[in-house]
């Protein structure tokens, strides 16, 4: 008899809770749906800044990976390159490195270790006691003052 009441007590319980789960979902199926997030509208204007500040900073790291050198490398010298080309190429050098010097410290290192010691993100963002992920970041904050800087120097 105790048992039989055991069990009975189970069948109310299972079935409470399973009309307490049924009428939860009405409410939520009864709810109205939330609002579809807001959406901001760009102007062309904004579009467009947008793009050239991204093209920009990637101009920057090809720009940097263009003049870099790595260590125990030389330039490779083409017969075929004009004294103009040469010039040119020399200059853009010049002013790729200046624009790294001033950048700030850890974005200078992370940039020279990248790019002219072919150093991985992790080894040097452990070296600066950074994420890998924040390493990153550092690496685009440091092109787009590249990219400002290169667009400045005429």
């Given at each position: 008899?105790?048992?039989?009441?055991?069990?009975?007590?189970g069948?109310k319980?299972k079935?409470?809770?399973?009309?307490?789960?049924?009428?939860?979902?009405?409410?939520?199926?009864d709810?109205?749906?939330?609002?579809?997030p807001?959406v901001?509208?760009?102007?062309?204007?904004?579009?467009?800044?947008?793009?050239?500040?991204?093209?920009?900073?990637?101009?920057?790291?090809?720009?940097?990976?263009?003049?870099?050198?790595?260590?125990?490398?030389r330039w490779?010298e083409?017969?075929?390159?004009?004294?103009?080309?040469?010039l040119?190429?020399e200059?853009?050098?010049?002013?790729?490195?200046?624009?790294?010097?001033e950048l700030?410290?850890?974005?200078?290192?992370l940039?020279?270790?990248?790019y002219?010691?072919?150093?991985?993100?992790e080894?040097?963002?452990g070296d600066?006691?950074?994420?890998k992920?924040?390493?990153?970041?550092?690496h685009?904050?440091a092109?787009?003052?590249?990219?400002?800087?290169?667009?400045?120097?005429?």
């Amino acid at each position: 008899m105790l048992l039989e009441e055991a069990r009975k007590l189970g069948r109310k319980r299972k079935l409470v809770s399973r009309v307490r789960a049924c009428a939860a979902l009405e409410r939520v199926a009864d709810a109205e749906e939330p609002p579809p997030p807001a959406v901001r509208l760009t102007t062309e204007a904004e579009d467009q800044a947008e793009l050239s500040a991204f093209l920009a900073q990637r101009a920057a790291a090809l720009a940097v990976g263009l003049v870099c050198v790595a260590p125990g490398e030389r330039w490779a010298e083409n017969d075929e390159e004009t004294p103009e080309a040469k010039l040119s190429r020399e200059e853009l050098r010049r002013d790729v490195r200046s624009a790294i010097e001033e950048l700030p410290e850890r974005q200078r290192a992370l940039v020279r270790r990248h790019y002219f010691g072919g150093e991985s993100f992790e080894a040097i963002a452990g070296d600066l006691g950074v994420s890998k992920s924040w390493a990153s970041r550092l690496h685009a904050q440091a092109m787009a003052q590249l990219a400002e800087a290169l667009r400045r120097d005429p």
